[in-house]
């Protein structure tokens, strides 16, 4: 991971491809809410093991 990195950009991106393939149809609704559960939980992963250098900035 760079020190630039965007985890909230990076998530926005990878659930962006998730709903791409539901749409065209690669993926049924049960596999698609699979998906975004292991997305949320790789997520969860990336921030716990930010060293604190990085601010998430607040919506």
Do not use: C
Request: glycine letters at 6%.
């Amino acid at each position: 991971m760079t020190y630039n990195f965007d985890p909230e950009r990076w998530y926005e991106n990878q659930y962006a491809l998730l709903e791409a393939r539901r749409r065209s149809g690669e993926l049924d609704v049960e596999g698609f809410e699979k998906a975004v559960a292991a997305l949320e939980e790789k997520h969860g992963e990336m921030l716990r093991r930010l060293d604190g250098t990085y601010q998430i900035p607040q919506k």
